[in-house]
């Protein structure tokens, strides 16, 4: 990337915002995962916006759980659930406390760290793939439920922070419908990617799961 890497960290400010605002101004900044092997990085490509309570596709359109407590707020903390109960993936809590809304970390590409990551990522083909996908991200990042709620505006102590990283001009930020959402949520464009960036990953419509029998 030929344009400069702003390490300034993110204010909770930036996360208190509707999360359609958010999300696409997340696209190019760099996520801090902190771990006891060292430290990892991720320039973020992709993301996918989800309202709460107005948004049939957010794990919060029933109202609050155990489960999804940590959307409620406040902002810029981390929402890790366990999909499919094989895989994480992490959310950041956007909007006032008490609104449930959050933006899925798709993609990205590891910029720090890429050892570490591939070492967790060991069916990856190359450094594209380490982060191409939400289960794919958080496993190279080593992302599980006990980093539910952990809050991103903590500090340099944190096991995760955002840094400014290199914000991207809405001319290179594509949209479109979210992957795999189902009914009245599905149509919604609130999937948001760098075009063309090889670390993106593809868009699948929802497939219902077959039942065995």
Do not use: Q
């Amino acid at each position: 990337m030929s344009a400069r890497l702003d390490r300034t960290p993110l204010p909770r400010s930036f996360f208190d915002r509707p999360v359609l605002t958010v999300a696409p101004d997340l696209l190019g900044r760099t996520l801090v995962r902190r771990t006891a092997d060292g430290p990892l990085e991720l320039r973020i490509t992709e993301v996918e916006a989800y309202e709460g309570e107005s948004d049939p596709g957010s794990h919060a359109y029933r109202g609050r759980t155990a489960r999804n407590a940590s959307m409620f707020g406040p902002p810029g903390h981390a929402y890790v659930y366990f999909i499919y109960g094989m895989w994480f993936s992490l959310n950041l809590v956007c909007g006032p406390p008490g609104h449930a809304s959050g933006v899925l970390l798709r993609a990205g590409e590891v910029t720090v760290g890429a050892e570490l990551a591939a070492k967790r990522r060991v069916s990856a083909r190359n450094s594209r793939e380490l982060a191409k996908g939400p289960a794919r991200l958080a496993t190279a990042l080593d992302v599980d439920r006990s980093l539910d709620g952990t809050d991103l505006c903590a500090g340099p102590d944190s096991p995760l922070s955002l840094l400014t990283g290199t914000p991207t001009s809405a001319d290179l930020v594509s949209s479109g419908p979210r992957t795999g959402v189902a009914g009245a949520g599905a149509g919604h464009p609130y999937r948001f990617w760098l075009t063309d960036d090889p670390t993106v990953s593809p868009y699948r419509a929802h497939a219902p799961r077959r039942r065995s029998t």
